[in-house]
């Protein structure tokens, strides 16, 4: 089972929505695909929101889809 309290890393998660937005055009697309709204993106992006392990893992997995 892995561990979300070792495993998860919310700074990472604003460069992975920048690579997640990078491969699928548009930051709409990315919102669309990983079932949350773009401004929820933005404000993670922004760090007016601290992003959780399951988005994380989506955004990574989103990445390896589109890779």
Do not use: F, K, N
């Not at 089972?1 to 919310?10: G, N, W």
């Not at 937005?21 to 922004?46: P, W």
Request: with cysteine.
């Amino acid at each position: 089972m892995i561990d979300a309290r070792i495993c998860h890393d919310p700074t990472l998660v604003p460069g992975l929505i920048t690579r997640a937005i990078d491969l699928a055009g548009s930051q709409r697309e990315v919102a669309e695909r990983i079932g949350v709204t773009a401004r929820y993106l933005r404000m993670i992006m922004r760090r007016e929101r601290q992003a959780e392990y399951g988005l994380q893992v989506t955004l990574e997995h989103l990445i390896d889809e589109l890779s």
